[in-house]
């Protein structure tokens, strides 16, 4: 394992948190919540049991998912003669994804009105389930990054804890920060909202591209047989 896939999985965690499906989520919940609490210290700990919640449940499911492909042999092994043809494909259909082209208006909702009522009725009590009702939740976006490019990254290098943990922790990285912000300082939540919502669209926008420009070589190499040793 190298330290570009460590990274890469990480940048990934991050990515999907600041996606605007994901990010206004997370969001409403942590508001939602602290609106039955009067503690600024209560409302932060109800935002880290939120985002123990999505993490965990990352965890637990990136690795049931990798495991699961590691553990079935002719699966593994079809996964490692044909991976490189399957990854131009797949890394094209995730950057049209990105770039907002493709399954903009799909999605997967897990966490009912009836729970969510609950949680704005006992607050954190109810934050931990909610983050994980919330991670089952999957835009196209998130559902891309997690499927698409978490499992294979896995799976490439045998890593069902690993990855899939650095994925999670790096969700809640921008969850904590608006967490923090709901607690002590609400009225530079819009701004930092509206801020995170542009820097976002660039950084989509350019790991979109990139997802499409690296899946076009890999397509054109492994697929095609197409060599640029001489470029």
């Given at each position: 394992m190298t330290w570009v896939s460590i990274t890469t999985a990480a940048w990934l965690g991050i990515l999907t948190a600041i996606?605007?499906?994901?990010l206004a989520s997370n969001v409403a919940?942590?508001?939602?919540?602290?609106?039955?609490?009067?503690?600024?210290?209560?409302?932060?700990?109800?935002?880290?049991?939120?985002?123990?919640?999505?993490?965990?449940?990352?965890l637990a499911l990136g690795a049931l998912l990798?495991?699961?492909?590691?553990a079935s042999g002719e699966l593994s092994r079809f996964l490692q003669k044909y991976l490189?043809?399957?990854?131009?494909?797949l890394l094209i259909l995730l950057g049209m994804i990105l770039l907002g082209l493709i399954g903009s208006g799909l999605s997967i909702q897990m966490a009912g009105e009836e729970i969510q009522q609950k949680a704005s009725k006992r607050g954190a009590l109810y934050a931990f389930p909610l983050g994980i009702l919330f991670a089952l939740s999957f835009c196209p976006v998130s559902a891309g990054l997690f499927f698409g490019a978490l499992?294979?990254?896995?799976?490439?290098n045998n890593?069902?804890?690993?990855?899939?943990?650095?994925?999670?922790?790096?969700?809640?990285?921008?969850?904590?920060?608006?967490a923090f912000l709901i607690a002590f300082s609400s009225k530079w939540l819009g701004k930092a909202f509206?801020?995170?919502?542009?820097?976002?669209?660039?950084?989509r926008t350019a790991t979109g591209i990139i997802f499409i420009v690296a899946g076009l070589y890999?397509?054109?190499?492994?697929?095609?047989?197409?060599?640029?040793?001489?470029?």
């Open positions: 996606s605007p499906c994901p919940a942590i508001s939602f919540i602290g609106r039955q609490l009067h503690s600024k210290t209560a409302i932060l700990f109800s935002g880290l049991l939120y985002t123990t919640g999505r993490t965990l449940t990352y990798s495991s699961g492909v590691l490189n043809e399957i990854l131009g494909p499992i294979p990254l896995a799976v490439s890593s069902s804890l690993l990855l899939p943990a650095l994925y999670g922790i790096g969700t809640a990285i921008p969850v904590v920060f608006f509206k801020s995170l919502n542009h820097i976002e669209f660039y950084v890999y397509t054109l190499a492994h697929i095609y047989g197409i060599s640029f040793a001489g470029l």
